[in-house]
């Protein structure tokens, strides 16, 4: 059975617009055998148990994740195709604990490049994911993945990347540098500038997110120049002379950040100017693993076509590339209908602690190919079990504050029950008289009155008795 390796589709002359994607294509070029598996630019994340790519499947499995397919890879083959078989004792934690760093410290680096910053976003990312994407897919997936970046990168506080999101930080700026009130009304030309100094320059919002996102960028770059060394790979030596699974996943990350054309291009001007080094490293990753720039054209090609490329281009690596299939009525419809749930809040997040559940309680080796310990899958079904209460509270809350709201407004008199029409004029006069008595002695005796004209036969009969 061909393995079918599910991805987001190329951009930036990138086989995939997904570091994880490229870091999974970069470890298969390297350790799966050609012909064992097919590369499907299919950008459908509903596909992967993780409901995001890569995804592989092998017949009726389907396994989701960079580490998790990793993990399957090694399984399937008893250790035969596992880049990093041959590392032991130091080595290997390195490899673990710098993967880990990889992730944490390269993602949100990507998510300020890539989606948080607006004109790059706009002027390139956007257009990239249209490109590979058929519609709707294209007006809904751009958007969400943006917005979980944006998630993602909150805690930094770098909102001022993003021109579609009131920073915080040109408020201050502008509360600190504005004049006093009513100096708006002064012409320009008579207008007196504030003298720049060291300290306004640098608390300028704009030079101020320079700061941290170099300082983010060397937090990230520096450790791995220096493990890189002058080796070519990380952990290569006079008896190894292959890359390992962290020169993959490095590679995924510093390729996008280094490949990419964008109208501002910090993170690629950090890593051209200061790391070098780096630089050699991911071209000639690049060289290796994919043979050199991989267009959208290569990944959308049909099986005729991708046999013709292939005979024309014999004498460099071509990846395995199968054109993606198309989506069907059905599938468009779903989608749709997946989307606009998604969109409801109470309904989200219901779906999202289900689909918790749901991950949790799956059978050990069943089609998700995700093997979970006990102390795993208890910490899911904890998780998914607080954001039901949660969810719980919350529409008690709701429901409590609506019903006390309309009790409110019966109480008040704002909103009334409907009645009978003798019985409401009654009620209305018998308002009428209460309202008249609250006026003090003159509104008794207009209450008086009008009692008296209303009841001349009752009045009558008193003066007769």
Same mark, same amino acid.
């Given at each position: 059975?061909?393995?079918?390796?599910?991805?987001?589709?190329?951009?930036?002359?990138? #086989?995939?617009?997904?570091?994880?994607?490229?870091?999974?294509?970069?470890?298969?070029?390297?350790?799966?055998?050609?012909?064992?598996?097919?590369?499907?630019?299919?950008?459908?994340?509903?596909?992967?148990?993780?409901?995001?790519?890569?995804?592989?499947?092998?017949?009726?499995?389907?396994?989701?994740?960079?580490?998790?397919?990793?993990?399957?890879?090694?399984?399937?083959?008893?250790?035969?195709?596992?880049?990093? =078989?041959?590392?032991?004792?130091?080595?290997?934690?390195?490899?673990?604990?710098?993967?880990?760093?990889?992730?944490?410290? &390269?993602?949100?680096?990507?998510?300020?490049?890539?989606?948080? $910053?607006?004109?790059?976003?706009?002027?390139?990312?956007?257009? /990239?994911?249209?490109?590979?994407? $058929?519609?709707?897919?294209?007006?809904?997936?751009?958007?969400?993945?943006?917005?979980?970046?944006?998630?993602?990168?909150?805690?930094? &506080?770098?909102?001022?990347?993003?021109?579609?999101?009131?920073?915080?930080?040109?408020? $201050?700026?502008?509360?600190?540098? !504005?004049?006093?009130?009513?100096?708006?009304?002064?012409?320009?030309?008579?207008?007196?500038?504030?003298?720049?100094?060291?300290?306004?320059?640098?608390?300028?919002?704009?030079?101020?997110?320079?700061?941290?996102?170099?300082?983010?960028?060397?937090?990230?770059?520096?450790?791995?120049?220096?493990?890189?060394?002058?080796?070519?790979?990380?952990?290569?030596?006079?008896?190894?002379?292959?890359?390992?699974?962290?020169?993959?996943?490095?590679?995924?990350?510093?390729?996008?950040?280094?490949?990419?054309?964008?109208?501002? #291009?910090?993170?690629?001007?950090?890593?051209?100017?200061?790391?070098?080094?780096?630089? =050699?490293?991911?071209?000639?990753?690049?060289?290796?693993?994919?043979?050199?720039?991989?267009?959208?054209?290569?990944?959308?090609?049909?099986?005729?076509?991708?046999?013709?490329?292939?005979?024309?281009?014999?004498?460099?690596?071509?990846?395995?590339?199968?054109?993606?299939?198309?989506?069907?009525?059905?599938?468009?419809?779903?989608?749709?209908?997946?989307?606009?749930?998604?969109?409801? #809040?109470?309904?989200?997040?219901?779906?999202?602690?289900?689909?918790?559940?749901? /991950?949790?309680?799956?059978?050990?080796?069943?089609?998700?190919?995700?093997?979970?310990?006990?102390?795993?899958?208890?910490?899911?079904?904890?998780?998914?079990?607080?954001?039901?209460?949660?969810?719980?509270?919350?529409?008690?809350?709701?429901?409590?504050?609506? =019903?006390?709201?309309?009790?409110? @407004?019966?109480?008040?008199?704002?909103?009334? @029950?409907?009645?009978?029409? &003798?019985? !409401?004029?009654?009620?209305?006069?018998?308002?009428?008289?209460?309202?008249? &008595?609250?006026? !003090?002695?003159?509104?008794?005796? @207009?209450?008086?009155?009008?009692?008296?004209?209303?009841?001349?036969?009752?009045?009558?009969?008193?003066?007769? =008795?």
């Amino acid at each position: 059975m061909v393995w079918e390796l599910h991805v987001w589709g190329p951009a930036f002359s990138l #086989p995939s617009i997904d570091a994880q994607c490229l870091a999974t294509i970069a470890y298969f070029t390297q350790a799966v055998p050609k012909g064992q598996w097919v590369l499907v630019a299919s950008g459908d994340p509903s596909l992967s148990p993780t409901k995001d790519l890569p995804a592989l499947r092998d017949g009726s499995t389907w396994i989701g994740g960079f580490r998790n397919i990793l993990d399957y890879v090694r399984q399937y083959s008893d250790g035969e195709w596992d880049l990093d =078989g041959d590392l032991e004792g130091r080595e290997k934690s390195d490899s673990i604990a710098f993967s880990s760093f990889v992730e944490a410290h &390269g993602q949100p680096l990507l998510d300020l490049s890539l989606y948080v $910053s607006s004109q790059n976003y706009t002027s390139a990312t956007r257009p /990239a994911y249209s490109s590979i994407l $058929s519609w709707p897919a294209q007006w809904i997936v751009p958007p969400d993945r943006r917005a979980a970046a944006k998630l993602r990168t909150r805690h930094l &506080g770098l909102s001022s990347l993003d021109v579609d999101t009131p920073s915080s930080d040109n408020a $201050s700026s502008k509360s600190k540098t !504005g004049t006093t009130p009513g100096s708006d009304q002064i012409p320009p030309s008579l207008r007196t500038r504030p003298r720049e100094t060291p300290t306004s320059l640098l608390s300028a919002p704009q030079a101020a997110s320079n700061i941290r996102l170099h300082a983010l960028t060397d937090t990230f770059l520096r450790p791995l120049q220096d493990l890189l060394g002058t080796k070519r790979y990380f952990f290569s030596s006079s008896d190894r002379r292959k890359a390992g699974s962290l020169d993959c996943l490095t590679f995924g990350y510093l390729a996008l950040a280094l490949y990419p054309d964008l109208p501002q #291009p910090w993170l690629a001007d950090i890593l051209r100017d200061r790391y070098g080094r780096l630089c =050699g490293y991911v071209h000639d990753l690049r060289a290796s693993f994919f043979g050199g720039p991989v267009s959208v054209q290569d990944a959308l090609l049909d099986a005729a076509a991708v046999t013709t490329e292939q005979d024309r281009r014999s004498e460099r690596h071509i990846l395995p590339f199968v054109a993606p299939s198309t989506g069907s009525l059905l599938d468009i419809s779903a989608l749709l209908l997946t989307n606009v749930l998604d969109s409801v #809040p109470v309904l989200s997040q219901l779906r999202a602690s289900n689909r918790l559940t749901r /991950a949790a309680t799956d059978d050990d080796g069943g089609d998700d190919g995700n093997d979970m310990s006990g102390s795993e899958r208890a910490q899911l079904l904890a998780i998914a079990t607080a954001r039901r209460k949660e969810l719980v509270a919350q529409i008690l809350t709701v429901g409590a504050g609506v =019903g006390a709201f309309v009790g409110y @407004l019966f109480y008040t008199g704002i909103v009334a @029950l409907p009645t009978f029409e &003798g019985q !409401g004029q009654g009620e209305a006069a018998l308002q009428g008289r209460r309202n008249l &008595g609250d006026m !003090g002695e003159a509104g008794a005796m @207009l209450a008086m009155a009008g009692h008296v004209d209303g009841n001349p036969g009752g009045n009558e009969s008193e003066r007769h =008795g």
